[in-house]
C-alpha cells in the first residue's frame, strides 16, 4: 500500500514562504515519480511539480518556475516543495501524489496514488 502524507501547510502572507513536506515509503520514492498538485475552491485540480525516481529530472508548471523548488531526502524518505514568494492565487489544497511510472507526466489527473492534502493559504 502507497502511503503519502503531507505536512507543512497553513497561513502566510503574500510575498512569504512556506516548505511542504510528503513522508511516504523508501520503495515509492524509489520507483514512482512523485509530485504535488493542488486544488483550489471552484478549480480543477492541477499540477504543480514532480520529481522522477530514475534520475531525479524535475518538471514545474509555469506558474511554479522560479517560485517553487521540489526536492527529495533518500535518507528520511521525504519529498519537499519549497514555496517562495507566495501570491493570493497560491491558495489551495497541495496533494502529495505518486505515478507508478517512474517519470513525471505534468499530468495532475495521471497520479495513481494521493495523500490527503494540506491546506495553503496565502492572505495578508
Known amino acids: 500500500q502507497v502511503q503519502l502524507a503531507e505536512s507543512g501547510g497553513g497561513l502566510v502572507q503574500p510575498g512569504g514562504s512556506l516548505r511542504l513536506s510528503c513522508a511516504t515509503s523508501e520503495y515509492t520514492l524509489d520507483n514512482y515519480a512523485i509530485g504535488w498538485a493542488r486544488q483550489a475552491p471552484g478549480k480543477e485540480r492541477e499540477e504543480v511539480s514532480c520529481i522522477s525516481s530514475y534520475d531525479g529530472t524535475t518538471y514545474y508548471a509555469d506558474f511554479a518556475k522560479g517560485r517553487f523548488t521540489i526536492s527529495r531526502d533518500k535518507v528520511k524518505n521525504l519529498v519537499y516543495l519549497q514555496m517562495d514568494r507566495l501570491e493570493p492565487e497560491d491558495t489551495a489544497v497541495y496533494y502529495c501524489?505518486?505515478?507508478?511510472?517512474?517519470?513525471?507526466?505534468?499530468?495532475?489527473?495521471?497520479?495513481?496514488?494521493w495523500g490527503q492534502g494540506t491546506q495553503v493559504t496565502v492572505s495578508s
Open positions: 501524489a505518486a505515478d507508478v511510472n517512474y517519470y513525471c507526466s505534468g499530468i495532475a489527473d495521471e497520479y495513481d496514488y
